[in-house]
């Protein structure tokens, strides 16, 4: 026999149950997922993202839809995760710019990607090649160092814009090597690339999945590259740490990233999708040919790499005295 009190009880719980339920957050993933990508169409970021969004959306079973959101450097895009929902509905496809050196190249960057961005996991990591045109005189690193030493050759890099992976890179080496070589920003890596091939520009430190195609039909001419050690896509190219910098280590990388406060669940399945999804024998090798190294690891794994590139970069930057609009 039920008591007042029981009932009372019973009562209660029966009108607290639909709100509860209600309250409880839908099964991740119910629907489409955006992938922003802050860069044009068409370029290797554009790439990376099409070829990963296929097997995610077949692994979550929802449609994984790349958007193309371009400008200042990739901030656009970037801020528009960085201060979106953080419920995994929105994924960034990040690069080493816009999570580590944009935060001390502009003034007014509108959000914090140390703060504002969670890491879900790396996905790349591009070697840069030193290189000229096959036309160019210069035929090996020795060369070229000798080549820039000399004021009379009034030595020139470009790069795909202030404050690119390019031209950080090739600012890097300068301070190391001590040697001065103008830089000649571009609006892309396309054109410098362009112009380097026409002699128009003396060389260029470009993102190796850039250039590779152009290196292998012949009409650029590598020097080196400049990661701690030889890429397996130009096994016959020396690294720039063997060759007299042997502290020399430089690369651009790219991540997954999501709004900060995505709720922990969330992140670890999709670091594990895609974690599954870069083991794939044939995803690798596809990967491989767009000119990155095969990375995938934890989120930590990522953060620690995001920290450590952060520092680099601000005091590099700081150090050039480099200031974007």
């Known amino acids: 026999m039920m008591t007042t009190r029981t009932f009372l009880a019973a009562a209660a719980l029966a009108l607290a149950l639909p709100a509860a339920v209600q309250a409880q957050p839908d099964a991740w993933p119910s629907r489409a997922i955006t992938f ?4 044009p169409p068409g370029g290797p970021t554009d790439l990376m993202a099409r070829l990963i969004a296929t097997p995610l959306a077949q692994r979550l079973k929802v449609p994984v839809i790349v958007d193309n959101k371009a400008g200042a450097g990739g901030n656009i895009g970037t801020g528009q995760v960085a201060k979106g929902k953080p419920d995994g ?5 990040a690069a080493s710019g816009n999570l580590a050196a944009n935060q001390f190249l502009y003034a007014k960057l509108g959000f914090d990607p140390l703060k504002d961005l969670a890491p879900v996991m790396q996905i790349s990591r591009f070697p840069l090649v030193l290189e000229v045109s096959d036309k160019s005189p210069i035929r090996s690193f020795q060369e070229y160092v000798a080549f820039a030493k000399d004021p009379a050759n009034r030595a020139t890099f470009g790069s795909a814009s202030n404050g690119s992976p390019q031209h950080l890179g090739a ?5 190391q090597a001590k ?12 054109p410098a690339l362009v112009d380097l091939m026409g002699g128009q520009i003396t060389s260029m430190f470009d993102i190796l999945g850039s250039s590779l195609p152009h290196i292998k039909s012949g009409k650029l001419r590598p020097l080196a590259v400049t990661t701690k050690a030889r890429t397996p896509l130009l096994p016959g190219v020396p690294a720039i740490s063997e060759l007299g910098y042997p502290d020399f280590d ?9 709004a900060a406060g995505t709720p922990r669940p969330i992140i670890n399945r999709l670091n594990a999708e895609l974690n599954a999804i870069f083991a794939d024998p044939a995803f690798k090798a596809r990967w491989q040919e767009i000119g990155s190294e095969v990375v995938a690891g934890t989120p930590e794994q990522f953060d620690r790499v995001i920290q450590s590139e952060a520092r680099r970069m601000q005091a590099l930057i700081k150090n050039l005295n480099i200031q974007l609009d």
């Open 36 to 39: 922003v990508v802050p860069y």
């Open 89 to 93: 509905y929105t994924l960034l496809l």
């Open 171 to 175: 600012e890097l080496f300068k301070a």
């Open 179 to 190: 040697i001065d070589i103008s830089h000649v920003p571009y609006k892309g890596a396309g």
């Open 250 to 258: 430089y690369y651009a990388w790219h991540g997954i990233s999501v």
